[in-house]
C-alpha cells in the first residue's frame, strides 16, 4: 500500500516532521517508489510502533503526530490531509525544561519543487498579561 491510499483506507496516518540532520534521507522519501516497494525498507529507515494509531512512527524523528483522518481539500492536483491529534510523542533529547526546544528539533520546511527552508532567526516574545497590558493615555 503506498503512502498515498493507506490513510484513504484506514483513516489513520502519522507525521513526523522533519529535521535539518535527515535531509538527504527524508528527500529520498519522495522517490516515486512503484507499488510495493517500501520506503521504510528501501531506505533503511527504522520503525516503532504508534500508541493510537495503527500506522507505525519513523524511529528516528524527533517527534510524531499520531492522527486519525478529519477531512481532506483537494486543490489542484493535490489534497491537502487534515487530522484530528490523537498522540503526540517527542524524544527526550528534543525537551527543555519539559518543552519541546526549536532549536533542537531544527525543523526543515517543504516549500516545492525542489525547495526547502531551514530554520532561521528565532525570536522570543513575551505574552502580555490583560491586567498588565499597556492602556491609552487619554
Known amino acids: 500500500m503506498t503512502r498515498s491510499t493507506a490513510w484513504r483506507r484506514t483513516g489513520e496516518f502519522v ?16 522517490t516515486d517508489f512503484p507499488r510495493g516497494i517500501s520506503e521504510f525498507e528501501a531506505l533503511g529507515v527504522r520503525r516503532e510502533p504508534s500508541l493510537s494509531v495503527g500506522p507505525p512512527r519513523v524511529a528516528q524523528a524527533p517527534a510524531a503526530l499520531e492522527c486519525r483522518l478529519h477531512s481532506t481539500l483537494r486543490i489542484g492536483d493535490a489534497t491537502l490531509v ?16 519539559g518543552h519541546p526546544a526549536i532549536e533542537l528539533l531544527r525543523p526543515l520546511a517543504r516549500l516545492g519543487r525542489d ?12 505574552r502580555v498579561r490583560y491586567v498588565d497590558r499597556p492602556r491609552p493615555a487619554c
Do not use: Q, S, Y
Open 82 to 97: 487534515f487530522g484530528r491529534v490523537l498522540h503526540v510523542a517527542v524524544r527526550r533529547e528534543m525537551l527543555v525544561d
Open 115 to 126: 525547495e526547502w527552508a531551514t530554520l532561521g532567526a528565532v525570536r522570543e516574545i513575551k
Open 15 to 30: 507525521v513526523n516532521p522533519a529535521c535539518e540532520k535527515g535531509f538527504e534521507t527524508i528527500n529520498a522519501t519522495g
